[in-house]
Every structure is written in C-alpha cells, then in structure tokens.
C-alpha cells in the first residue's frame, strides 16, 4: 500500500518540478504561467470538441509508442518511427490514388489502404532492421538516415508525381473523394474506427510483451543477446521481428492520419508524433501499462497549446518544454529515488 | 595494517547475508576466508572494501574506526580489491587501465606510470606488455594487472576474492608467489575461496563463513575434515567413481580441424558414446574451447567432419544442434549464460520446451520452485540472476539444461561452486549419463577432470593428445602433459602422417 503511495508522490513530485521549471521559461518570455496554464486544459478539456480533438492526436501517438516499445523490449533504439509513419501515410496515398476512381466499395478500398500502410511502416522499419542485424549499422544512423530518406520521399511525390493539378503546394496533395473518408462523429474530427486500433494496438503490445513467450524472449534477446541465442532463440529473427512489428504500428499512424485526419498526403503527414513517442517511452520506463494515459495527456498538451499564440502571443511549441522538462525530471528524478531507496533500506535494517 | 570487523550485519531483503561478524586480522599475514556458495564470503569482502555499507557494525584499522562511503574511500585507507566476476575492461591499452583512478588526476606522468608498471611486473615475474589492449589478456593476466595496479595505488590489504578460478596453474604459481612476497612485506592478505588445498598451502589462518555466520577459525597445520565440516555442517566426500556402462555412439568426430586467428587444431578423431564422459584438459587457450565450441556447432570447422547420432552436422547451426538434443553450458555466466535483468521464473519459462504462446504464469512457478528447490538455489523465484551469488548463478545455468538431452558440452562446469555442490551437481549429471547422455567438458581442475570422465584428450597449444583412459592415469602424468612434456614425440608424429 505505501509503496503506491509513494510510487504516486513520486509522480506528482516530477511533475511539480517539470512544472515549476516551465512556469519559469514562461516568465522568461514575460507570460503568466497561471494563464498559460489555464488556457492549455481549457483548450484541451474545455468542450467536447476539445476533447475529441485530443483525441485525435492521441491515435497516432498512441499507435507510435505501441510500436516502439516493442523495439525497446529488444533493446532498439528505433529513431526511425518518423519515417516508418511517413511511408505508411504514402503507400496508403498510393491505394487510395489508385482506386479512388473505380468503383470499389468504400470499406475495401479503406481496408486496403489501411494493410498497405502497415506494409509501407514495416517495410521502412524493416531496412533500419537489416542494417543493423546484417549490416552492423547502429539502427540510431539507420533509423535517423531512413528519416531522411523518407523526408525527401513524400516531398518528391507531392511536388512531382502526385501534384494537384496545376501546381504543387505544401498543402499537399489533392483530397480524396468524401466517400473514402474514415467515418467520424458527427460534428467532431475523431474517427471511432481509428481511436479503436490505436486502443487495441496498445492492448496488443502490452499483452504481447507482458504475457507471451513472443515478449519474454525480446527482452531476453535486448538485453542478452549471446545468452539469448545459447538459450536456443534465433535472436536475428527476433529483432527483424521486433522491427518489423514496430513499424506496422507506425505505418497504421501513418495511414490513420492520411484516410481520417487530413484526406490526403500532406508534408507534414507525421506531425512529430514519433518523436513524441520516444519522450513517451522514456517517461515511462518503457512500461507499456502506463502508455495509453500519458499518451493521452501528452496529446492534451499539444492540443491545448494551439491556443497559446494567439491568447498569450507565445509559440505553441511551449508543449514541447512541458513534455521535454516532463520527460528530464522524470529521469532525474528515478535516478534520485533509486539512490534513496536503496540508502533507506540499508538504514532500515539499523 | 592490522583489521578488525566487529558485529558486521548486512541484509539483502530477506537473507541475513552476514550475520554478527566478528574478525581481527593481523598485518603481514594471509588470512583465508573459507564457506560454500552464498555463505557471504563476497558481501563481507565488499564491505571492507567500500563497495556495500553494512547495515550494522564497524571497520577498524590499527584500531581506529573506519567509515567506507566508496570503493574510492577504501583506496585511500589502503584497501584494494580483486573481484570474484571481474568488472568489465574497457578496451583500453594495459598502461592507460594502469593508471586508472590515480589520484593525481590530469597531468599524469604517464613516462613515470610505464616505469612503475614495468618495475614492478618485473618484481613479481608477471610479464605484461604495457601496449597491449586489456581484452586481449587472459584472466590471469587481468588479475596481475589489477594487483599491480592496486599496489601502485598505496593498497596495503589486498582482497582477492576466489582468484584461482580461470586461471592456468602456471599463473596459479605466480599469483600465490606473490601472495607470498606481499605478506612477508607486511602486507595484509585476504584469501576467498572454498578450496580447502589453496588454504592448505597459502593461509597463516583461515576463517570459516556458513550461512551469513562466522562459524570458526583454524591455523595450520590444518585438519581438513575439520574444515569441510565447518563450511557444510558435515562431512563430505567425493565418493567413489561411477562407472555407467556405455551405449551406442553419440557423436562423431572425423579428422576435424578447427581455427581461428591465434590457434590451429587439426586431426581430432573422437567417438563419443551414450553415457561417456570425455574430460578436456589443458591450459587455458589451448584449444579445448574450439573443440567444443565446434561440436555444438558455434564455430564452422575448416576440415573435417562432425556427426551426432547418426546424421552429419557439420556446417550446421549451433540451433540445430540444439534440436538434436546438444546443449551447451558456457564458463562466463553473466555474459553468455544468463540474461542480467530477467528473473529466475522468466528464465525457467525460456528455458523449457514451449507449449502455445502465452505464458503459463502459475505452472513457470511451480517449476522455478521445484528447480530452486531441487537444485538448492539461494534465491527466489523473482529475484533477478544478477542478486544470486556467484555459486548459485552455475547451479542455476545447470537447472535450465533441458531433460533428455543427448549430449552437454561443458565449459568449466563447476567452476566457482563449492565441494559440497560440486559433487551434487556430477551426481546430476552422472543421473543424466545413466539416461544416455554423453558429456564432453573442459575444465582446469585436473581432479575434477581424472575423477569423473572416462577418457581425458590433452591439449597443448593446439595439439591434441589421443584419448587417455583416466583410470590409469595420474595427477602427476597430466600435470606433465598439460605442460607440453611428452607432447612432442605422440602427436606430433601423427601429425606428420596425417601430412
Ligand atoms: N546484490 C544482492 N542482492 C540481493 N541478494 C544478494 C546480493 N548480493 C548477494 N546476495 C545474497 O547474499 C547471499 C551471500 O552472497 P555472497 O555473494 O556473499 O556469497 P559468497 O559466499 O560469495 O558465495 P559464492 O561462493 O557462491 O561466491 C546470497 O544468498 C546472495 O544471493
Ligand atoms: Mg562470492
């Protein structure tokens, strides 16, 4: 019981110092913390629309931190998450170009689309994976190279092959026909289908790599990998595996947000939501039981901070210094705790 | 310098790790520290040398009280420390790992450090070649280091915890000449191990650890049994051989050759039957890791043949020999063996066949508890492999083996266990063999090797001897052939026909 409690103090205490250093970055720029605060929960929390609209950020988020913490089971760094999410918002482009014209029936064109862009994920994730499992390349380079790639990728198709007509414009590509629309609530931009996978995705991953043989062996593999093998499991395979896994999850984000969010193939279609991701992780300790509330406030923070420039004239990347402070106090404070923790044992037995 | 240890506690959780103990150590002798696995020999060690506070109890030094924040600290007071599993070694050149943690910090003579390092290697006889990289070193050659280093640092009580294993007897020799010279000094010596005949050469004294306590001390001349009954509470013996009768053959080895960059092994020819056990014998890095290492399909021959029952592995994969039944158990436990982080429940469930594919929480316990019974690890189900001492992480390796394998290569098996479990874990393995299982281990404890294996191959810098019977043979002719003596004629001139 009072290890609980002292599991939550801990939190409210991170997130107390987390807070307190953004209050001052705020004063800094000659804001009020207090009103800056008020204007994200209202922003995030205040209506219905709101919220779904948290929501909406929240799949794509979800669904990336889903798919590293498979990676960092086997103990991957998997920076390539951005690009695994951009190529599977192009292949899920590709399928919707290509049928959107024919009168293939709404839900299989979708269902398509939708399979390949987990393929477009896995495949991406799945080079960073053979770099690193054949090539020896550390799959940091490969995934940030991949990224890269990846970048110049979507940029290409949208000025070149894929223009609208006449010109091409950051605005992206030409949007698909209403009736290939993901559904959404009436009213709101939240689609239940999308919010569904990403729920279930992190349903997946945790029972995946809490309760099955397929998880207890990544983590042998992550954190062993010559005793791994020596235990008999083909540690190659389960990296690739892990990758492999992984980038679904991302190719999934990427095709949520061309088929439900934006309709079509924008630039920007990642949104950072894989380097969001990764803070995500790191905030909780690679712990798949918390992902799906921290995703969710995280999603609140970016939400809510829309408001800002125009209520407090302060760029909206003020999330990010909550989320980045969020993330480092977090660290600092695990390390603090583990060191009393211990000393208080030792003095215990006094 | 003279230590005491007054009422030392330590607890980790549950276990009472050292219980009340009470010891004065005068300077200019080796003291030895002798008890089984898990006795507490290592934590009270650490406490003396800064790396554990005790929950309890005081330090003193020439009689003044000594408090110890770090392992920093203990250096200062003159205490230095090798450890029982070697910390990692970067791979840093000898002379940069020499002049490791020197207080003087920046500006560091390093013309100065090479004399140091040389002159005194050279006092000792160790021959260390300051340019050369820490990784490229044998175990022996790390531990001369680290005591070289350590004296250069000022330590005047030098611990050594188990230092004999893993290292050939050739540098067994030095080490303890050096002991030797260290005490006569003035130096105090500390002597961790739970072989009663290192104590019976080297110790002015011996202490006695059991379950956390300290059960009694002993000065020469030493009465052994005495001894084993205090370290295990009763007598002990290794019992007589056994003698299992063998079957059909098991393994094939066929003019095979083995190489890497340092070493060549060529022209092994070995039938390996149901139930036989082959000792490896010879000093370490003579080939005995690549024989084995290629049986189990870890290394690719480049000539040669190798077949188990029946069909030809060779160029197959370490995983298919494990589908047929060859399992492989390494020497270097937590690098190799077993997963730092993972429990001994998680790896009870990866060890075992697998049925379906989530995991069977309730019935991976009942296992784990059975085995940790079975197998008397001092440990929980849920702790994790790292928190076992050094002991009960082998008996640990051993209890993941799979049931009705058809042959275990084993490097070092009872390495760092005790007598007592020594002979439980051969009697395991010897109830396997009567199963028909065959075994094929290397090891550097030369009685181990004479009393459990049927047939012995030596090896000498690459060179394989023919299978000697080990019931006609002795200590002292394996000795000399572990040396080189009477290698040259015998294999050599099959060597020249196999050409
Ligand atoms: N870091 C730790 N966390 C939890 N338990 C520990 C830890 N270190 C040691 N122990 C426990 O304390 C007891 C004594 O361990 P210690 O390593 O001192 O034994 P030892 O006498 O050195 O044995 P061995 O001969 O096997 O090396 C064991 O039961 C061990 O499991
Ligand atoms: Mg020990």
Redesign the pocket.
Known sequence: MSKQLERWGFVLLATLVALIFTSFVLVLAGASPVAAYWYILKGSLGSWTKISDVMVAWVPLLLATAGLLVTFAAGQWNIGVEGQIVLGAIFTTWVMRSLQHTNTPAAIVLILAFIAGAFGGAIWSAFAGILKVYGGVNEIFGGLGLDFVAVALILWLIFGPWKRPGIGSMSGTEPFPHRLWLPTIHGTRLSLWALAIGLVSIGVVYFLLTGTYFGLKLKAVGRNPKAAYLMGIPTTKYLMGAFIISGIFAGLAGAVQVTAVYHRLIPAISSGYGWLGLMVSMLINFQAAWAAPVTFFFAALNIGSIQLPIMLKLDSSLSGVLQGALVLSFLLLEGARRRWVKRREEAKNE | MKIELRNIHKF??P?H??NNITLSIPSGSIQGLL??????????M?ILSGYLRPDRGEILLDGKPLVLNSPADAIRAGIGMLH?DPLDFPPMKVLDNFMMGYPRGLGLPKREAREALLSLAEQFGFSLDPDAYVDTLTIGERQQLEILRLLWLGAKILIF??PTTGISAQQKEKLFAALRRLASEGKTIIF?T?KLEEVEVLCDRVAV?RA?KLVGEAYPPYNLDDLVRMMFGKVISKGKRIEIPLGKPVLQVKDLAVEDYRLRIEGVNLEVREGEVIGLAGMEGSGQRHLLRACAGLIRPVGGEIWVDGENMTGKTYHSFLRKGVAYLPADRMKEGLVPGLTLSEHFALAQEQTGFVIDRAAVLKRTEEHIKRFNI??RPD?TV???????Q?RALLALLRPNLRLILMEHPTR???MESAIWVWNTLKERCRQRTAIFFMSSDLEEILHYSDRILVFFGGRVSEPLDARTTTVEQLGQLIGGRGFESQPEAAREVAK
């Open positions: 980790f959780g276990v790790a050292n008890g089984e696995n898990g006795a507490g020999k290592s934590t009270l650490k029982q915890d188990e961790v739970h650890l956390g001092r440990g702790s790292e928190s076992l001492s050094g002991g009960n082998q760092g266990l005790d």
